[in-house]
């Protein structure tokens, strides 16, 4: 069964900086895309960042350079560092999988999504 488990969530100031943490297990690590979508209140869930299988990433537009992925394959997780932090990326963060090599664009293409984390940026 795969399973995907999120942290690391909080309130922080704007400027500030958060490392996600989504820890995957139930298939080999790396095999599938995994990444992270977000969805703020009252708006639609968004993609922010993915791996593919083959270790590209890919970034959403709005990020500018202030979000990275990185992967410890041993602890079979996946990051998300987050810096310059903005009150506009307040949502809750979820991890998911596509349970295929690619990364689609549309969420409901990911078959596999974690219980999210909450990120709150105040002014």
């Known amino acids: 069964q795969v399973q995907l488990v999120e942290s690391g969530g909080r309130s922080v100031q704007s400027g500030g900086s958060l490392r996600l943490s989504c820890t995957a297990s139930?298939?080999?690590?790396?095999?599938?895309?995994l990444g992270w979508w977000r969805q703020a209140p009252g708006k639609e869930r968004e993609p922010v960042a993915a791996?593919?299988?083959?270790?590209?990433?890919t970034y959403a537009d709005f990020i500018k350079g202030r979000f990275t992925l990185s992967q410890d394959n041993r602890e079979s997780t996946l990051y998300l560092q987050m810096n310059n932090l903005k009150p506009e990326d307040t949502a809750v963060y979820y991890c998911?999988?596509?349970?295929?090599?690619?990364?689609?664009?549309?969420?409901?293409?990911?078959?596999?999504w974690g219980q999210g984390t909450q990120v709150t940026v105040s002014a």
């Open positions: 139930g298939y080999e690590f790396g095999s599938f895309c």
């Open positions: 791996i593919y299988s083959d270790g590209r990433k």
């Open positions: 998911a999988t596509s349970l295929t090599a690619g990364c689609p664009q549309v969420s409901v293409a990911y078959k596999v």
